[in-house]
């Protein structure tokens, strides 16, 4: 999806949805250091949570299951807030900002090199 076609959506070309994504990725922050996939993995992480996959059981050859737990304790941490659960991490959810942050992914993948110019920057006069 080209940046002409953002402009014309009317979930993304809405500056507060821009705005929320921008917090929501900046709460992650992911710098551009080590792996390129961090976001694959994350987004990966995310659809876990939508079909009720498990949170203490291993994420293929790359993370044991006590790996996968321990990154959806920062997922579920107050500071990104993208899964919440009840007794246990085992079965998470996804919170609204974990939605959205879903969203996003599937909509512009999870390479920030095809995300639209507006998710790391703002305009003039515009709150980050």
């Known amino acids: 999806m080209g940046e002409s076609s953002v402009r014309e959506d009317p979930v993304y070309g809405d500056k507060l949805k821009q705005r929320e994504i921008r917090h929501i990725l900046d709460d992650v922050g992911f710098c551009g250091c080590g792996s390129s996939d961090k976001y694959e993995i994350l987004k990966g992480l ?7 996959g498990r949170f203490d059981e291993p994420l293929g050859d790359a993370f044991s299951g006590r790996a996968v737990e321990f990154i959806a304790d920062v997922m579920s941490s107050s500071h990104w807030d993208l899964l919440d659960h009840g007794t246990s991490l085992g079965g998470s959810w996804l919170t609204e900002r974990g939605k959205v ?15 639209p110019g507006w998710w790391c920057s703002v305009e003039v006069g515009e709150e980050w």
Request: hydrophobic share 55%; charged share 20%.
């Open 46 to 52: 995310l659809e876990r949570a939508v079909v009720g």
């Open 101 to 115: 942050l879903l969203q996003f992914f599937q909509d512009f993948g999870a390479n920030a090199e095809g995300w």
